[in-house]
């Protein structure tokens, strides 16, 4: 059997479209299409549901992935041991990362990398400073603002969307802003030595000082908990808040600017298979989570 048929049968099951798997092929759009067809015709199935916003595998097309990710792995360890490239893959991988991404969103990425690769070891360091790559303080970095360094390499992997929340009983109490113009006449948690909320509500249209908020602290998993607990209302990734059913969305009219994910490392280091197939995991893990949601 024609391994490119399976190749574009795996790209498409794993993007969703045809335009999507060709991108990440680097193949047409077409040429695509004609494998799909032509695998369906060979093995006499229907692996996929064509519908207006993108295929999904059917029943028989979910039973074939894992052997096709299978015959990838043979593929590409065949391609490397052939180019006589093949190396130990073992040892550890240093991960830097915010608090509110390696608490709330990492571990079970690095749960399924870990059954994936489990001669790979992994040191998760959740930090809100910049770890310098250059340096090699860390071997991958997950940021919300693109590195800027000439030798770094980076990806945008997502957006996190971010609301406006507060707790039930917050509510109930104090009652809920109506409108932008009230929210700062409620009890509302800002930072304590950092401006990033004050810029970003200034941003916005919001004349707030430090003293318009009545709690504050810089420590993201803090800032989160004293939400959930009541203490004032917030500034949450919706991903995160949609998992805490204390709290309600207030607000929807306030626009906050997303937060990007970038996914970097040092340019030396993607020689190492080590390295490499960390950031691959990490990529299409983050890319697939709905974070805009």
Not at 167 to 174: I, P, S, Y
Request: glycine share 6%.
């Amino acid at each position: 059997m024609d391994w490119d048929l399976i190749r574009s049968f795996l790209a498409v099951a794993e993007n969703g479209t045809l335009a999507q798997a060709a991108e990440r092929l680097g193949v047409s759009q077409p040429t695509i299409g004609r494998h799909i067809d032509a695998l369906e015709a060979e093995v006499g199935l229907t692996l996929f549901s064509r519908g207006r916003h993108g295929m999904t595998p059917t029943e028989a097309g979910l039973s074939l992935i894992n052997d096709a990710r299978d015959m990838r792995r043979g593929a590409d360890h065949f391609a490397l041991r052939a180019a006589g490239k093949v190396e130990n893959v073992g040892g550890t991988v240093r991960i830097t990362a915010s608090e509110v991404v390696a608490t709330f969103i990492l571990p079970p990425i690095i749960a399924g990398f870990a059954q994936e690769e489990p001669d790979i070891e992994i040191e998760l360091a959740p930090s809100n400073t910049v770890e310098n790559l250059l340096r090699r303080d860390a071997d991958i970095a997950i940021r919300m603002v693109r590195p800027d360094q000439n030798d770094v390499i980076a990806r945008k992997v997502n957006d996190m969307s971010m609301g406006v929340y507060m707790h039930r009983e917050l509510a109930r109490l104090d009652g809920v802003p109506e409108s932008s113009d009230a929210l700062l006449a409620h009890r509302v948690i800002g930072m304590d030595r950092s401006d990033l909320i004050i810029d970003s509500m200034t941003r916005l249209g919001f004349k707030a000082q430090r003293n318009d908020f009545t709690v504050r602290t810089d420590h993201q998993i803090a800032y989160i908990e004293l939400v959930k607990s009541g203490a004032g209302i917030g500034f949450i990734a919706q991903c995160i808040a949609k998992n805490c059913p204390e709290l309600i969305r207030i607000l929807p009219e306030i626009h906050i600017p997303s937060l990007p994910l970038w996914l970097a490392s040092h340019s030396e280091l993607r020689t190492s298979q080590r390295i490499r197939r960390t950031m691959d995991y990490l990529y299409e893990a983050l890319r697939a989570l709905p974070l805009d949601e």
